[in-house]
């Protein structure tokens, strides 16, 4: 089975500052998906940014923008110029390419901060 | 954002108790998931939905049970509570493989239960 692993139980940052997530992985397929979701105090999971194991280039969304290194495992997900609207737990995230039910394996989750 | 609701979002019950949690979506999506979240764990698959009638277990789906009788609607029920199962359950849909490859989740917003 695989396993999701975020080392890091909290972070913090200052505003308009940048900082990095860490997720690692653990599987045997080479198709797979990762995803990285945002939890804000208001408990909604929102879709953040998402990778195909395929691809080669790393996926960007706005200021969010992911480090996948799929030889390491290894999948980070780095927060450019923090506002404190990102201050959130964020969750890693890892789908398998062939199970057909698209089942997602989370990591435990890493709490931000973002001190203004 | 995705049409999913549940209901209720709160609910305090005591042990012993039955308790069904509903999720409904406006999406026809075929794929439906409940999850539960605990600190430090992230979220935990209890039972999927692949279909009306179609379901399967997840990672802990001990002292649960699921149903799909509509397309838009995935119950989720706790035969007799137990404090062990004081959590926050969330659903989930996701869109078929053949409108994109990657599948993600969507999220309701969660029910917070406590069992006493």
């Known amino acids: 089975a695989q396993t999701v692993t975020q080392s890091q139980p909290e972070m913090s940052v200052q505003e308009a500052e940048t900082v990095t997530l860490s997720c690692t992985y653990d599987?045997?397929?080479?198709?797979?998906?990762l995803f990285w979701y945002k939890q804000p105090p208001s408990r909604q999971m929102i879709l953040v940014i998402r990778q195909e194991a395929y691809k080669q280039q790393n996926a960007t969304e706005n200021r969010f923008s992911v480090n996948f290194q799929k030889a390491a495992k290894s999948f980070s997900l780095k927060i450019s110029d923090s506002q404190l609207g990102d201050a959130a737990m964020y969750f890693c995230a890892y789908r398998s390419g062939s199970n057909a039910g698209n089942m997602l394996t989370f990591g435990g989750g890493t709490r931000l901060m973002v001190k203004p | 954002d995705a049409g999913i609701t549940q209901s209720p979002r709160h609910k305090v019950t005591e042990t012993g108790t039955p308790v069904t949690l509903r999720c409904h979506q406006t999406?026809?999506?075929?794929?439906m998931y409940w999850y539960r979240q605990d600190p430090g764990h992230g979220l935990r698959l209890i039972h999927y939905?692949?279909?009306?009638?179609?379901?399967d277990k997840g990672e802990v789906s001990d002292g649960y049970s699921v149903s799909r009788s509509k397309t838009e609607d995935f119950l989720l029920t706790l035969e007799s509570a137990t404090s062990s199962q004081t959590s926050v359950y969330f659903c989930a849909i996701s869109p078929p493989r053949d409108t994109t490859p990657y599948n993600e989740q969507f999220f309701g917003p969660g029910t917070r239960l406590t069992v006493l």
């Open positions: 599987t045997s397929e080479s198709d797979y998906y």
């Open positions: 999406e026809n999506h075929r794929y």
């Open positions: 939905s692949y279909g009306v009638k179609d379901t």
